[in-house]
């Protein structure tokens, strides 16, 4: 255990991992010394987790490699506060019904991440709200609200900004939010044996409000580790694109547009990433940067690094799929492709309009093209299809072509009955979906 723990704590290192570890050294030897119980928790804010979450279950799932068992929380109380850390303004207050939805997808997808058949390591889920739900306001103040000074939680700096901040300010119900998750830590101490949490750089004086109440309340001594907040070498948020935010559950973010998420990956921010969010050895990581680093042209990174991330949240079949439909839009075939890569497509893929039979009669396909947006005009098309550059499903089309759009986009040359993919030159491309 000790030889495993060492090397969990010099991985984090090399990786960049730690931001912040209490007990100057007592963690390392506490960890050293046998397996421990290691908690996240993880608020259901909205019906997804998005990939601003991977950095910490990662993290759980590096300890149970190294013999540790994760504990992963969902807030189900918690969620129906909201964390004021380093929120710029109040969050909105969602109904117990929906936060007590949102608790079952979330505690879905984080189980994709631990392993639950592990022996003394096997993983945990849990939900706060079994535990704070049913105590009372004044056992509440009285067990664990007598053990805050105001004059503290004042001082953190989560709620310093919020309170500097003109016209922001902070309602009582996000103040105590501090003392919710404090308690959390104290009460999976007491059931779980509890002694390390995890969390984000923003989670300090929370993880530390947690471990004062734990040795209070139980009089344990237990430890915290924070993971660095993720930020781009450009300074745009990660995790966020021009069509919104990339989200682990796949309803919400196809397999295909998380993994162009990854390859599109800025050279400046790959190799942190590489460290950040795979199991790859860090000797590998280097190796795979001293090698992009002697190439000229397209560096090998992104693609590693969208392979391996695609593979831990969408699996093979996932990762199967990114990367056929990357090969089929790239070669402009679309033989290879099943009925649901179109479906992702669609989803988020690329731009796709439906198509009313009702629609087709009578209209030029120029103009049908410029009204979905592949060109400003219909000379624009006309100049294309002069070329032999637009393709419908893979065929080209010229202007000697019938270009009756009702017989262009007939339901029996679909694929699947159904959908209709055009290229105009190489780069743009439309799905159509006969409805």
Known sequence: MAGNTLELIADLQARGLIAQMTGDGALEEHLSSGSRSVYCGFDPTADSLHIGSLVPLLALRRFQLAGHKPIALVGGATGLIGDPSFKAQERKLNTPDIVGSWVGRIRSQVSRFIDFDAGDCSAE?????????????????????KHFSVNNMVNKESVKQRLDRDGAGI?????TYMLLQ????????????????????????????GIDLTRRLNGNQVFGMTLPLVTKADGAKFGKTETGTIWLDAAKTSPYAFYQFWINTADADVYKFLRYFTFLPIADIEAIEHEDAETQGRKSAQGILAREVTLLVHGE??????ERITQA?????????????????????????????????GKPLTSLLAECGMAKAGREVKDALGRSAVYVNGDAKSEDDNLKPEECFARERALFGRFFMVRMGKKKHHLFELV
């Open 182 to 209: 404090s308690y959390d830590f104290a009460e999976l101490n007491r059931r779980y044996a509890c002694t390390i949490q995890l969390g984000g750089s923003d989670q300090w004086g929370n993880i530390t409000g």
């Open 171 to 175: 309602s009582y119900t996000e103040f």
């Open 329 to 361: 839009l790239f070669s402009g075939g679309v033989d290879a492709l099943t009925e649901n890569d179109l479906e992702q497509l669609k989803q988020d893929g690329m731009p796709a309009s439906d198509l009313l039979g009702a629609e087709l009669a």
């Open 125 to 145: 889920v849990v939900n706060n709200l079994d535990w704070i739900g049913g105590m009372d306001l004044l056992s509440f103040l009285r067990d664990v609200g």
């Open 317 to 322: 079949e996932g990762l199967k799929a990114a």
